[in-house]
């Protein structure tokens, strides 16, 4: 009987091991992986997401020199170069938006004088980051239950501004954003 119950024990421990052991593995494998290709590279900050639908996690890093990596798997690719916020101003902001079902982008805000904030938008396509949006918000630009909001100054012509917005929605038929509201000429 005590022999038995042993044989249980160390069954079910080797099975919660191997069980668990993937999930962690995986979870800090693209800043490992990317820090052991780049290591003088300093990470502002990374995110995890299935991005390709592949059930595996790709890891999108931003560094404090301005450049975007992608780490698929082993892989670690450049993919965009001077993502810097003017001095003065706060650094770069990544965030993932969910905008439909099975869909994640990755968004990357920069902040420059004048409070204009610049928000590129990329989404895999054929196992890349590919850019799909570039908008300026003169005033700000929110991103909110999936949806982009580009708010700007519209000028009157005695001089003074009104704030209006254009709202960029995700079309998942079109594979592309669509727009309503005002857009800036």
Known sequence: MRKKVINILVG????????????TAS??????IFKS??????????KSVDLDKDRKP????????????LVKGNKVTLVEKNIVSD????????????????????????????????????RMQKGKLVKVLDVVGDVEIKIHKGKIYQVWKMYRDEGLWDPVT???????????????GMVPN
């Open 12 to 23: 079910l421990s080797i099975f919660l091991l191997t069980v668990s052991y993937p999930f």
């Open 58 to 69: 790709e890891t999108v890093i931003l560094t404090t020199l301005g450049y975007l990596y």
């Open 37 to 46: 290709k780049y290591p003088k590279q300093v990470i502002r900050v990374s």
């Open 166 to 180: 254009a709202v960029y929605s995700w079309n998942s038929k079109k594979q592309k954003f669509d727009v309503s």
């Open 87 to 122: 001095k003065g101003f706060p650094a770069p902001k990544l965030t993932i938006n969910h905008p439909a079902q099975d869909e994640y982008q990755v968004i990357i805000r920069l902040f420059y004088g004048a409070s204009n904030t610049r928000a590129f938008v990329y």
């Open 27 to 32: 979870a800090a494998s693209g800043t490992s």
